[in-house]
């Protein structure tokens, strides 16, 4: 079990290499733009190579699981070693599964992802709340009992989502508005319950939040929000770093600017990668 909770270890590794988070997508596009062939060979080559060039100055790492999947268990198991990597070089990881199911399965789910002894097991994981936020509890519990973080999404950077996102429950809020509260609520009771460890006690919880970085107006209120915040959508999608101050405000310190493509397209050499991922940090500045 790691040694201390996910908010405080992010904000550790934060503190000394700063919020971006590089994304792990080898897409099939990608693998050919890195001269790679569509095998595990060439997944592995593509995703542990950029652990391997950005592993000791990026704080965090999404590797997203679909593209690692549909290599069947050869792809699974350059998985495991990425997630490997990633530990070995003093980063987190937050895997991209967006999981979500009624209680009975999603405790699967949870134990897939969040246990000490699971082949899979990472830092964090991406949750989707369409069955309801409750629903997620067996994955939220066992994440805050292994000292592990959830993103659950939130206002996902796609326009398809704003029908359901934005659609407005019996008490005015919008659905989004709904989950962002649950997710306070969460950290909060979490929160108070932590001895009282003074200046050394996390600011933030357990639950984090997904909320893209492709619109000015999220539409959701933020400011009470005490937890991570995964920003997708930088670079490939239109979203820029430049725009995060005024998408998210008072919030902007628990943000984690997140894009992939927006990387990964400056490989397979290692410096321009590094480069890659510097430019984006200088443009936070
Ligand atoms: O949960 C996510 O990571 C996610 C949520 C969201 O709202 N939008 C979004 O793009 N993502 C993921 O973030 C990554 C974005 O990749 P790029 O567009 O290449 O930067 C992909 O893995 C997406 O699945």
């Known amino acids: 079990m790691p040694d201390s909770s996910y908010a405080a270890r992010l904000g550790a590794v934060t503190a000394a290499r700063g919020r971006l988070c590089v994304g792990i997508d080898p897409h099939p596009s990608m693998l050919d733009a890195w001269g790679l062939p569509h095998t595990a060979a060439g997944l592995e080559s593509c995703a542990r190579g950029m652990v391997e060039a950005l592993g000791e100055t990026v704080a965090t790492f999404k590797p997203q699981s679909a593209l690692f999947e549909e290599y069947g268990a050869a792809g699974i198991a350059v998985l495991e070693s990425v997630l490997d990597d990633i530990r070995a070089a003093g980063a987190l990881s937050i895997l991209d599964v967006k999981r979500g ?3 009975s399965t999603m405790a699967g789910y949870a134990r897939a992802y969040l246990r ?4 899979l097991a990472a830092d964090a994981i991406t949750l989707s709340p369409y069955l309801g936020y ?3 509890l067996p994955a939220i519990d066992l994440a805050i009992a292994s000292g592990r973080g959830v993103y659950v999404l939130a206002r996902t950077s796609n326009p398809e989502g704003d029908h ?3 659609a407005v429950g019996d008490d005015g809020r919008v659905v989004a508005q709904q989950i962002v509260d649950a997710a306070t609520e969460t950290n909060r009771r979490v929160l108070a319950e932590l001895p009282p460890e003074g200046a050394t006690a996390p600011a ?3 639950v984090g939040l997904v909320v893209g970085a492709t619109r000015l107006d999220t539409g959701v209120d933020l400011d009470a929000f005490n937890g991570s915040i995964l920003a997708p959508g930088i670079g490939a999608q239109g979203g820029k770093v430049t725009d995060l101050p005024a998408i998210f405000g008072a919030s902007l310190g628990h943000v984690l ?3 992939s493509r927006g990387v990964m397209a400056a490989g397979p050499g ?8 510097r430019t984006q940090v200088m443009s936070m500045v």
Do not use: F, H, K, N
Request: hydrophobic fraction near 40%.
């Open 270 to 277: 290692a410096e321009a990668l590094r480069q890659a991922a």
């Open 164 to 166: 359901v996102q934005l």
């Open 116 to 119: 000490d002894e699971a082949p």
């Open 257 to 259: 600017p997140t894009t």
């Open 204 to 206: 933030i919880g357990p």
């Open 101 to 103: 199911d009624i209680g």
């Open 134 to 136: 409750d629903s997620l």
